[in-house]
């Protein structure tokens, strides 16, 4: 067993701006990257993404027996992606340079996801790389921004190579080739949440080059600053609302009251504020009864979301909003989370079953 191959990668990936991420990892060498989220769907269910990673080196090389020079392997990929409760798959394709010269490689994955104390993961991943079928099986285990993976990498070879130690033993002597070399892989990586917000992006997707007058520019100032205003109150009133007695509804009726007058950027900021662990449970409880006054039917597809996070009380929050729903997805959702291993989630997704739920308008 000692001639495994081992290689062991630590990721930090930090949030540039809300769809844009960079990743530097360090490992048997090191490695950079950047990845990008390029569309999603309303429902949150179907996302397609793309990237660059290994700029400088490849981090992983060393799992596949060779050691690229500084500057080949590098990949521009693209993936689209499906998710659901249980279940995500996704397909996608990456160029890959090698020496000198540009390899495709096609690419497959499907990993089963469990949330218990802890969201629990179990995925295999097949890229046809270099004329064969390249396999990896994995199990990961995350807890708020830290996320750990170890699985075994050229699956085929572990099942059909028989060594010295029996089926599940060495490679083959001399092996360099990755394909016919089973290994081990080991993942730890730590998310730092968007250091930026979007109220420094470029307004609007205007074509380069194109010439806009002094009033275009000073109007799309004055919107990019008026969004930046909102989002931040909107913020610092779910903080209020946080501390806020629970004793004086008229205070907390004015609170929300003040934040959904910031119309669609507010409802927007508060779906950020409610989806995202970064932020106090609390003020995430805060946000998503705020959004009960204006909740809609394609809502369903961010409470679907919610339904999976590993706090109970988010979930029950979400449970109670669904149930005001009444369309395939939530009722989907409250299926699954009649099964939550909280017993007030699940009692609380059983509900539906007792009483007809009044549904929600489909515009705000």
Known sequence: MSSLRQPALFMVEVGLLDRLTLEMGA??????GVRAMLAQSSS?????????????TSGEDHLSGRQSPVGEGSRLWARSLWGSRWVDASGGIAARLSEGSVEIIPSVAVKGHITAF?????????QYEEESLRQSLGFGVAWKSLSLGIG???????IMQKGETGWFGSPPAGARDGRDNPGIWMRASWTIPA?????????????????ISAEQADSAQVALVDEALTRRSTRRD?????VTDQDNPGHRAMLRRQILSGGETARLELWRVALSNQFLREERLQAIATLDIVLCEEDAGMLANLAKDPEALIRQSATRELLRLDNPLARETLEMLAKDPDPAVRNTAALRSQ??????????
């Open 27 to 32: 490992g048997d060498r090191g490695t950079l």
């Open 44 to 56: 949150g269910r179907f996302q397609f993404v793309g990237g660059l990673t290994d700029l400088v």
């Open 118 to 126: 802890l969201p629990l993961s179990l995925g295999w991943e097949g």
């Open 152 to 158: 075994f990498t050229e699956l085929q070879s572990w």
């Open 195 to 211: 250091a930026f917000t979007n109220a420094g992006a470029a307004p609007g997707g205007a074509a380069r080059g194109r010439r």
């Open 238 to 242: 779910l903080a209020e609302l946080a």
């Open 355 to 364: 009483a007809p739920q009044p549904s929600a308008p489909a515009n705000p």
